[in-house]
């Protein structure tokens, strides 16, 4: 006789939709990424440099803004300089300092990537109407928070 309450997997709840959905996302992303041999932590760093392309990023700044280790972004880093993605400069303003910034291969990149962000999302979104669309990013925006609200309660017993 089976006495677990407990449904495996638990469809119902939302928890596991938002893991599942999350899994599928990457899934789909890192296919995406694999024709062009870029793996998704390159992709994030990618990202990062390109969101912040108006500043001097230095390795640290790296590791610090996506919360990674010094060896994880230094081989990350190193792979992506033997790929032409990034490029290691002297910065303008003291020469001992070592800016990360994309290469042009590496913003060409980021360039398509958007139409591919695009076409994924709406995919994502296929079947919802603009006003469903803004309802579920709201909904999950404050999952999010409520989440981050906890979590920073729990840290301050």
């Known amino acids: 006789m089976n006495r677990c309450k407990l449904k495996f997997p638990p469809k119902d709840e939302l928890g596991f939709w938002?893991?599942?959905?999350?899994?599928?996302?990457?899934?789909?992303?890192?296919?995406?990424?694999?024709?062009?041999?870029?793996?998704?932590s390159?992709?994030?760093?990618?990202?990062?440099?390109?969101?912040?392309r108006d500043e001097e990023l230095s390795q640290v700044d790296i590791e610090n803004g996506l919360g990674r280790s010094n060896p994880t972004i230094s081989g990350i880093l190193k792979r992506m300089e033997s790929k032409g993605l990034v490029e290691r400069l002297c910065s303008e303003k003291d020469r001992r300092f070592k800016k990360i910034v994309l290469s042009k291969k590496g913003i060409d990149f980021i360039v398509r990537s958007e139409e591919n962000r695009e076409r994924m999302e709406d995919r994502f979104l296929e079947n919802f109407s603009d006003d469903e669309r803004d309802e579920l990013i709201a909904y999950l925006k404050r999952v999010y928070n409520n989440?981050?609200?906890?979590?920073?309660?729990?840290?301050?017993d």
């Open 18 to 40: 938002i893991k599942t959905i999350s899994i599928t996302i990457e899934q789909e992303r890192n296919r995406w990424l694999s024709e062009y041999d870029i793996t998704s």
């Open 147 to 156: 989440m981050t609200e906890e979590a920073a309660i729990d840290g301050n």
């Open 42 to 52: 390159q992709f994030e760093v990618m990202i990062f440099l390109h969101c912040n």
